[in-house]
């Protein structure tokens, strides 16, 4: 598998983009719509937002681009933030970190292996690079189409998540 800087950045910014409309769309919705179960895998729109979180937390300790790993496993991840206020200012934060990453690395950053225990597993894991970035990305998208289903479901406006809308700014 043969991944980019620019395919990085690209995600990175698409990622950005993708949260910041989010943010938006929950801002000013009751904490109990938020934390209510939705039938999603996670159950509820914070409680799914927090896993998003969550995991790119772990996937940028992984990658060596955060010293700290985040408390908690996947179990404890949809209660990461308790309100869409403090899940929107810690989302922007690490969104803050994947950009400046994806800004800082390099085609030859993606090759090779990574090596980490996986709780979810409970073995050690290794992994080539760009499989793990993908990943990274492929989980933020997938966890946050079932955010814009539970977002409709609830009557709420859901983002437009089609890359190719991405506002040149956002590029």
Partial sequence: MMLTADYVALMARYNAWQNAQLTRAIDGVSLKLLTEDHGAFFGSILGTLNHILWADRIWLHRLGVEGTRPEGGIAES???????????????????????????????????NLTWYS??????????????????????????????AMLTRAGLTAPVTDIVFMPEEAQ
């Avoid at 949809?78 to 390099?106: C, E, K, N, Q």
Wanted: charged share 10%; with cysteine.
């Fill in 78 to 112: 949809t209660t990461l933030t308790p309100t869409g206020a403090a899940w929107s200012a810690a989302r922007f934060a690490v969104d803050g970190r994947i950009g400046a990453w994806a800004g800082r690395v390099h085609s030859i950053d993606l090759t090779g």
């Fill in 119 to 148: 709780g979810a597993s409970g073995a050690e894991v290794t992994r080539p690079v760009a499989a793990c970035v993908a990943h990274l990305f492929n989980h933020q998208t997938h966890h946050r189409g079932q955010v814009h």
